[in-house]
């Protein structure tokens, strides 16, 4: 089997590793429908991540079933699934207070740009389909996988209700599945933070009613012009610079609600500014699994087309071409095809 390797800054090769198999009892091996390129991926693509050696990569997937071990019942062979980036048991107290991604057994599933994965904890970790899907709604499914979930999880840690007003930092795939997350919780206004014709054409499509081109203490001046000096109810935060974080606190109104879910790179928040901020903060790696039935029936009954965030479709041969492509800001998510 042919995966992608990461060995250095900017350095993504496609080449042969060992098929994976099953070597648990909880294990399922998935051979993936398509696969994908995350934002989170650009890290160590771009250096700023250290990888100690030669690193198979990819974290989103969907497929077809291929084999289950032993002690995997309710997984079957031939059902169309869908996971996440941590695998989990989805019995430990964590899980069942609906936060797998903090799984007291967690495993982090990696090799995924690939086409054969191995699954862990596969009963805990996998959802399937109703039927296997027809190939037009199989790119949506993998946006649920993980950036649709992590858009979801954003608006749902940010508190976004029925007539709410949401300001979204970040206009990558995740922030922009946040502002479609937040149109179907109900959000009356949604301002989303972009300085792209691209992605501001799909956070239009995705709901948003305004859009901000300026950051920083312009950006939150416009912020407030829109909302009247007095800020968001809501405020997603899916980047994880200090830029965004600051920006998205500065946005929330008094006793509104910040989520983060972008990778933390350099944050630092100063605790007398967030004393007199006087904001909810909630985050972290987004517990995809809690939300996948729920995302998969939005999916399947054609409520929600996140599939829409893949600008860019590849043969899985050409992964480094879709680093290099999202890394330039020519697309905003690569799709791959094995």
Not at 272 to 296: D, N, Q, S, T, Y
Request: net charge neutral; with cysteine.
């Amino acid at each position: 089997m042919r995966t992608a390797m990461l060995y250095g800054p900017r350095d993504i090769r496609f080449e042969e590793r060992e098929t994976p198999r099953i070597t648990q009892p909880t294990d399922a091996v998935v051979r993936l429908s398509v696969t994908s390129i995350c934002g989170s991926d650009l890290w160590p693509y771009r250096g700023i991540q250290a990888v100690t050696g030669p690193t198979p990569m990819g974290h989103e997937y969907c497929g077809i079933v291929e084999e289950v071990g032993r002690a995997v019942t309710k997984i079957k062979p031939g059902q169309f699934v869908i996971g996440s980036f941590f695998a989990s048991d989805n019995t430990c107290p964590n899980c069942q207070n609906g936060y797998q991604s903090s799984c007291q057994h967690r495993e982090l599933v990696g090799g995924a740009q690939a086409s054969v994965l191995r699954v862990p904890l596969a009963e805990g970790t996998l959802v399937a389909t109703q039927d296997v899907p027809q190939q037009d709604l199989i790119p949506s499914f993998q946006a649920v996988s993980d950036v649709m979930g992590t858009g979801w999880f954003a608006a749902d840690a940010a508190n976004v209700k029925q007539g709410t007003t949401v300001v979204v930092v970040g206009d990558g795939a995740v922030g922009l599945l946040a502002v479609l997350s937040a149109r179907q919780m109900g959000a009356e206004r949604i301002i989303a933070m972009s300085r792209h014709e691209s992605r501001q054409r799909l956070a239009r499509e995705f709901g948003a009613t305004d859009i901000v081109a300026e950051r920083g203490q312009a950006g939150e001046a416009r912020v407030m012009e829109l909302t009247r000096g007095i800020g968001a109810d809501s405020v997603p935060e899916c980047v994880g610079t200090q830029e965004s974080m600051t920006q998205a606190i500065q946005c929330a109104r008094r006793g509104g609600y910040v989520s983060y879910v972008g990778v933390p790179h350099a944050v630092d928040l100063k605790g007398e500014e967030l004393f007199f901020a006087h904001v909810h903060l909630h985050g972290g790696p987004a517990p995809v699994r809690r939300f996948l039935p729920k995302l998969i029936d939005l999916v399947w009954s054609g409520k929600i087309n996140p599939g829409k965030v893949f600008d860019l479709a590849l043969p899985l041969e050409q992964v480094a071409e879709g680093y290099r492509a999202m890394d330039e800001r020519r697309a905003i998510k690569a799709l791959l095809r094995p």
